[in-house]
Every structure is written in structure tokens, then in C-alpha cells.
């Protein structure tokens, strides 16, 4: 299946990683779209027109205010599109084009490495080949249309989150006297060995808190700390803040 890239952003790049075959690639300014396939395999194309007629799936990955622009030279001629607009509702792209089978899908950067989420909006076009591309980027969760904005907020958005918590982890132990490199080391490895134990043994928060917190403990005092500090209420802020409440 051939994939045609309507921009060679940031989004388009970690997408194109992780499917790791050639793409066709658009940017605004073509310089970037050049960059993308030299980077990473493919080839820019002179037009958005001339990608549609190429690819056999379209992914629309530029911003979204850029929608009727690019529906304007992509729909004659395009049959599959899958979008990762953000706060855009299939209703919208279905309207921007009515001739093809529209996806909308919600990825996060580390599809780049074939382990992000991808929720994915159940629709009447759903083409198994499509769903299937994306499977291949990580995790595909499928929901309701009306719940990708809030899925967002918890998968689309969280990279920049765990980034900012590893950062500020390897802060505090830098303070205690940990080098920032081993410090670094042990803060990813220990996130990355905490999902893998809650994937492994389910998805049990609770017990796997008490596993480390032994009464009276340091743990126990730590968590009390993030307790105070108001890391809950934090989260759930940011949740609000996404989806403009
Ligand atoms: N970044 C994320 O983590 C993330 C997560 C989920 C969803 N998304 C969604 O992914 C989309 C792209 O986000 P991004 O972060 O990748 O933004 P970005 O880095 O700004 O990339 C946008 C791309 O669109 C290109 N573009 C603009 N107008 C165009 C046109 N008329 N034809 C073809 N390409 C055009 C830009 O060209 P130039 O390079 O020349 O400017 C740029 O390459 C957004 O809709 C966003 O909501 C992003």
C-alpha cells in the first residue's frame, strides 16, 4: 500500500519512521518534504494533486485550519484518507471528502519506534488495509469519535508529559548527587520497566504501589509528598486544559 503524506512535520516524520518503507511526502515549503524522503525513504512529490493520484491512502498529517485547503487538491483524486488532524471530527473530513473512505486516527510521537497508541475513531469507512498500516505504529485503540479530543489528552499529548516528569525526576537526583547521565539512565529505565510490569501482570496501580511502599517506609513517604504536591489535581488539569475547558 502506497502512503502519501500531506506534510513532513513532525507527526509525518515519526510516522514514516516507524512504517520504515517510502512514502510520498508534501510540506508546505518543499525543502522539507525533500528532507523527509532523503531522511527516511521516499519521495517528495511536486504536488499535493499529484500524491493523491499516486498514493493508494492519503494521510492527511499538516495542521488542522489547513483542512479545505488541502481537500481542495486531494479529494478528486484521492480514494482512502486517514487523517491525525487534531480536533477535527470525521463528520468534517467526511464533508471535506465525500468521495473517499475517511479514517481519523490520534497518534503519539513514539510510533516513530512502533510502540505509540493509536486511537483510532470507529467509522463507516473503516478499510481493514488502513487499520491494519496503523496497527503497525504501536497500540491501535479504537473509540468514539466524540472521545478522541479526551484520548488526546491521555495518549496524544503524554509524551510531552513523561518527557517533562523524567526531566523533572533527574533534577531531584541530581540535587541528591546522581551525574544527570546515570540519573537519566535509571529514570527511562525505571519508566520503561514500570509499564512493562503493569502490562505483564494487568493493569493493577494499586498493588504495585503497595509492592514498593512498605508501611511507614520511604516510598510511602515519597508518595505522600507527590500526594501534596498536588500531582492528581495536576493531571487532571491538564485534561481540562486539552480539551479547552
Ligand atoms: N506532534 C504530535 O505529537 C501530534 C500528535 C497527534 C496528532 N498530531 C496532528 O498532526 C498534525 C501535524 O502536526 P505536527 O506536530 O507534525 O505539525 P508540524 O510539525 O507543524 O507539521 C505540519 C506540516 O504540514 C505542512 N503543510 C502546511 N501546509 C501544507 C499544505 N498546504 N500542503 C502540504 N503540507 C502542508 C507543513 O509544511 P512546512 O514543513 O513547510 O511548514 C509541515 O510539514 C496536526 O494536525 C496535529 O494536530 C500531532
Keep these: 500500500m502506497q502512503i502519501g503524506l500531506v506534510g513532513s512535520g513532525n507527526m509525518a516524520r515519526a510516522m514514516a519512521r516507524g512504517w520504515g518503507e517510502p512514502v510520498l ?3 508546505a515549503r518543499p525543502e522539507r518534504a525533500r528532507a523527509l524522503a532523503a531522511d527516511l525513504g521516499g519521495e517528495a512529490v511536486a504536488s499535493n494533486a499529484e500524491l ?4 493508494d491512502v492519503v494521510v492527511l498529517a499538516h495542521k488542522p ?10 479529494a ?6 486517514a487523517s491525525v488532524l487534531g480536533g477535527t471530527a470525521l463528520a468534517e473530513l467526511r464533508a471535506a471528502y465525500p468521495g473517499a473512505r475517511v479514517h481519523r486516527f490520534m497518534p503519539s510521537t513514539p510510533v516513530a519506534v512502533r510502540a505509540g497508541v493509536v486511537a483510532h475513531a470507529a467509522g463507516p469507512d473503516d478499510d481493514p488495509g488502513v487499520l491494519a498500516l496503523f496497527a503497525r505504529l504501536g497500540t491501535l485503540v479504537t ?7 479526551a484520548a488526546a489528552g491521555l495518549m496524544g499529548c503524554a509524551p510531552a508529559y513523561w518527557a517533562l516528569l523524567v526531566e523533572a525526576q533527574v533534577d531531584a537526583g541530581v540535587r541528591a548527587g546522581i551525574p544527570a547521565e546515570q540519573a537519566g539512565a535509571m529514570v527511562v529505565q525505571t519508566m520503561a520497566g514500570s509499564a512493562a510490569l503493569l502490562q505483564a501482570d ?4 494499586l498493588a504495585m ?3 514498593v511502599a512498605s508501611p511507614g517506609g520511604s516510598t510511602a513517604r515519597g508518595l505522600a509528598a507527590l500526594e501534596r504536591a498536588g500531582v492528581r489535581a495536576a493531571f487532571s488539569d491538564a485534561m481540562d486544559a486539552v480539551l479547552g475547558r
Design 25 to 27: 511526502c508534501t510540506a
Design 52 to 55: 493523491a493520484r499516486r498514493a
Design 65 to 74: 485550519a489547513q483542512l479545505a485547503a488541502v481537500a481542495a487538491e486531494v
Design 76 to 81: 478528486p483524486h484521492a480514494r482512502l484518507i
Design 143 to 149: 473509540v468514539r469519535d466524540d472521545q478522541i479530543d
Design 202 to 205: 494487568g493493569p493493577d496501580t
Design 209 to 211: 504501589r503497595r509492592a
